[in-house]
Antibody, heavy 121, light 110 residues
Framework: QLQLQESGPGLVKPSETLSLTCTVS??????????WGWIRQPPGKGLEWIGS???????YYNPSLKSRVTISVDTSKNQFSLKLSSVTAADTAVYYC?????????????WGQGTLVTVSS | QSALTQPPSASGSPGQSVTISCTGT?????????VSWYQQHPGKAPKLLIY???KRPSGVPDRFSGSKSGDTASLTVSGLQAEDEADYYC??????????FGGGTKLTVL
């Protein structure tokens, strides 16, 4: 059974860079059939797609976050990562990693449990 | 990129059916058959219910069904059960490698 687990600091200061890692177990992150993504949810609000990465390594981001987001992969550790720069309080949210299926980002079928990141001094 | 429009709330009694709408544009919902629906219980991660408009992953009860007409997708929950009380989100491919979610609908089982 595929499992995803987010990890990283729960508190980030304003203007700094948020960094999270998603560890994938029960399957290879290098599989040519699947892609990987990040989604966030501010407290009490809805879901927002942050960006996703094809198995080939190509990355695509939410246009509203594109200038601040980087998604990368470490196949040797079966992990992929998220970096979000110049954070503000508006970036406080639960951050989820997920498997993104389909050439057209059809759907997200496996999700991590989520990790709360608070932006505060 | 604008969020898809969902009603903030919906409700129904046990055994009844309820339908949740998800309205977009011809650039997202209306333009592609890549609409998915997710169920989220409080404090939990979202769970995939429907993908590619109307397909159900293995393990999802057939009480959950999806459809689409024009720029509006719909999720129908039949035979409502207490455990169906949750938040529901739609999502769609929006072209140019973009993905958009709906604002979410809180389903209450009366």
């Amino acid at each position: 059974q595929l499992q995803l687990q987010e990890s990283g600091p729960g508190l980030v200061k304003p203007s700094e860079t948020l960094s999270l890692t998603c560890t994938v177990s029960g399957g290879s992150i290098s599989s040519s059939s699947y892609n990987w993504g990040w989604i966030r949810q501010p407290p009490g609000k809805g879901l927002e797609w942050i960006g996703s990465m094809y198995y080939s390594g190509s990355t695509y981001y939410n246009p509203s976050l594109k200038s601040r987001v980087t998604i990368s992969v470490d196949t040797s550790k079966n992990q992929f990562s998220l970096k979000l720069s110049s954070v503000t309080a508006a970036d406080t949210a639960v951050y989820y990693c997920a498997r993104h299926v389909g050439y057209n980002w059809n759907y997200l079928d496996y999700w991590g449990q989520g990790t709360l990141v608070t932006v505060s001094s | 990129q604008s969020a898809l429009t969902q009603p903030p709330s919906a409700s129904g009694s046990p055994g009844q059916s309820v339908t949740i709408s998800c309205t977009g544009t011809s650039s997202d919902v209306g333009g592609y058959n890549y609409v998915s629906w997710y169920q989220q219980h409080p404090g939990k991660a979202p769970k995939l219910l429907i993908y590619d408009v109307s397909k159900r992953p293995s393990g999802v009860p057939d009480r959950f069904s999806g459809s689409k007409s024009g720029d509006t997708a719909s999720l129908t929950v039949s035979g409502l059960q207490a455990e169906d009380e949750a938040d529901y989100y739609c999502s769609s491919y929006a072209g140019s490698n973009d993905v958009v979610f709906g604002g979410g609908t809180k389903l209450t089982v009366l």
